[in-house]
């Protein structure tokens, strides 16, 4: 879009860009109009004059020396002829400064404005209802708007410059309907891939997601990062401890390893004798596994907080598994008692399947939506 600077020159005056009415390879005729600030009449607050200008060989262009009227002997006269669509343009302008001078005034330092056209001034200009109305009869359009609206607002360095513009009830409801958006993207992320079985995708998932993570634990956690480096390399330097998830107590700081598996990974082994069943090689494993993963922090933990950029404590991390689906696994209660019976056995370290954790999100959406009759 085309950009106008106004530049004060005193209280009452302002300089305004150059309107171009005509140009060519080499010259081009201009309007250099001035805002005004007149106390005879406040509706007469533009002036100006027209100006040839030629192009320099370093592309600026230069006024041409002006002939004064005054000094124009009998019989001679100057003609300066506007074609239709200068003219057009050129009442159009000042129309615009009109406008812009008697909502804004003189400003008190330079600002540039941006020309919008008539389409977007259409918009903008609207009613709530007429914009409305064109969002619903145009959804595709209203979901691609508002998208680039989140992403300018989220792009700006002093967001809160645009937010407290805006009535504090409007953006507690717009924040409530992006969580639920997440929330809800959240369950039909887990509804459509429970039989899953590329553990990228669900690393790439909770990562993308890592507010899901959150809701494993009584205290407020934050994630570090993913694929996270905790030790263990040896003198040829292979063999590096690489946890899926590296978190922190958010008030303790202190660390938190969190290892995952998919929603397929088998949490039980096959019955051992009537009604008892062990924890399957798998889940078995990630547990040795992440178990291993802390004992590496510990042993060189100083050198690990001192190259990360987040600060972290290592005082008694705790570990957890994330692996399985005991909602299609388990069919009968002996092998709900035999995992609830072994999980509980643990010391720090815990195991919470998918359906949990996703059951634990679907729970806080119903509870947002005010759903409570289904929680």
């Known amino acids: 879009m085309d950009r106008l600077k106004i530049t004060p020159t005193s209280n009452r005056t302002a300089n305004v860009q150059d309107i171009v009415l005509r140009s060519k390879k080499r010259v081009r005729l201009v309007f250099r109009p001035m805002l005004v600030d007149n106390y005879k009449s406040k509706d007469a607050c533009i002036r100006g004059y027209f100006v040839y200008q030629k192009k320099r060989k370093n592309d600026e262009w230069e006024d041409l020396k002006t002939l004064a009227l005054s000094g124009l002997r009998s019989g001679e006269w100057i003609k300066l002829e506007l074609h239709s669509s200068e003219l057009l343009k050129l009442i159009a302008e000042i129309n615009s400064l009109y406008n812009l001078f008697r909502e804004q005034g003189i400003p008190r330092q330079t600002f540039e404005y941006v020309k919008l056209d008539s389409h977007v001034r259409a918009l903008i200009e609207a009613n709530e209802s007429d914009f409305a109305e064109f969002l619903l009869e145009n959804e595709e359009v209203g979901i691609e708007v508002v998208l680039r609206v989140l992403r300018w607002v989220s792009g700006l360095d ?218």
Not at 225 to 239: D, E, H, L, Q
């Open 158 to 375: 002093n967001v809160s410059g645009v937010v407290h513009l805006w009535d504090s009830s409007n953006l507690r409801r717009l924040s409530s309907v992006v969580g639920l958006s997440a929330l809800e993207g959240c369950m039909n992320i887990w509804k459509q891939n429970q039989d899953n079985s590329d553990e990228d995708f669900w690393q790439r998932t909770l990562s993308d997601n890592s507010f899901v993570l959150s809701q494993m634990f009584a205290n407020p956690v934050i994630i570090i990062k993913g694929k996270a480096y905790v030790g263990g390399k040896s003198i040829t330097n292979t063999g590096g401890s690489i946890v899926d998830f590296l978190a922190k107590n958010d008030i303790t700081n202190d660390a938190v390893l969190i290892e995952i598996k998919t929603p397929t990974t088998k949490l039980l082994g096959n019955k051992y004798r009537d009604g008892v069943y062990p924890i399957s090689s798998e889940l078995s494993g990630s547990i040795s596994q992440v178990c291993y993963y802390r004992h590496s922090m510990l042993l060189e933990y100083f050198e690990l907080s001192y190259k990360s950029p987040e600060e972290f404590r290592a005082f008694d991390p705790l570990c957890v598994v994330i692996a399985g689906n005991a909602t299609a696994e388990f069919d009968d209660d002996d092998k709900v008692r035999s995992f609830t019976l072994l999980r509980g056995q643990l010391s720090r370290t815990q195991v919470i399947t998918y359906d949990e954790l996703f059951g634990k999100v679907s729970l806080l959406l119903k509870t947002l939506k005010g759903d409570f009759d289904s929680v």
